[in-house]
Structure formats: structure tokens, C-alpha cells
């Protein structure tokens, strides 16, 4: 049973950073691709970022292109994401996701009936 857990969330001044890492078990992950969601209170569930499962590819949402960068490493079975210049719109709650799949195509599509972790909060004040 695939396991994520994810980690690194917390509350940061807007402009800082942060990184988050998702734990990966119960699965063979560079069979994977990896992604990241987010969700703040009262909206849709937004894709963030997408790795295939080589992580020679990648994908990002247009609110976080040039900021965030994702990334993943098979010795630890994990995969992070860097935050950069953060904004308070960038608050959410962060979700780990992995799909079994060797599509170098991970945007958000990619990740339909993928699973998930429980999720981490970030909270950046102005």
C-alpha cells in the first residue's frame, strides 16, 4: 500500500522560503510520478508541480513558475518541493501525490486517481 508522508510545512514571512519533502513507501517509486497540490480553505484543490519518474522532466502551476522548483531523489524515496519568494496566496495546505505512470507528461492530469498523503500546512503572513 503506497505511503506518503509529507513534511516542512510551517509559517514563514512573505519573500521567505521553505522546503517540503514527501516521504514515499509501499511502492516501487521510480515507477512514480511524483506531484504536488495544494488547497486553501473554500477553493479547489490546485495543482503546484509534477516530476516524471526519471525527474528528468517537470511541470508547474502558472501561479508558482519561476518560484518553486521540485525535485526528487530515488536513494531516499522522496520527493521536495523548494519554496522561494513566498506570498500570502501561496497559503494552503500541501499534498503529496503519486501516480503510477512513466509518462513524462505530469501536469495535472497525470495525477487522476493518484494517492495521497495527508497533507502539510504553510502559512505565509505579509
Known amino acids: 500500500q503506497v505511503q506518503l508522508v509529507e513534511s516542512g510545512g510551517g509559517l514563514v514571512q512573505a519573500g521567505g522560503s521553505l522546503r517540503l519533502s514527501c516521504a514515499a513507501s509501499g511502492l516501487t517509486f521510480s515507477d512514480y510520478a511524483m506531484g504536488w497540490f495544494r488547497q486553501a480553505p473554500g477553493k479547489e484543490r490546485e495543482f503546484v508541480a509534477g516530476i516524471d519518474w526519471s525527474g528528468g522532466r517537470t511541470y508547474y502551476g502558472d501561479s508558482v513558475k519561476g518560484r518553486f522548483t521540485i525535485s526528487r531523489d530515488h536513494t531516499q524515496n522522496t520527493v521536495y518541493l523548494q519554496m522561494n519568494s513566498l506570498k500570502p496566496e501561496d497559503t494552503a495546505t500541501y499534498y503529496c501525490?503519486?501516480?503510477?505512470?512513466?509518462?513524462?507528461?505530469?501536469?495535472?492530469?497525470?495525477?487522476?486517481?493518484?494517492?495521497w498523503g495527508q497533507g502539510t500546512q504553510v502559512t505565509v503572513s505579509p
Open positions: 501525490a503519486a501516480k503510477e505512470t512513466h509518462t513524462s507528461v505530469v501536469s495535472r492530469t497525470a495525477f487522476q486517481s493518484a494517492s
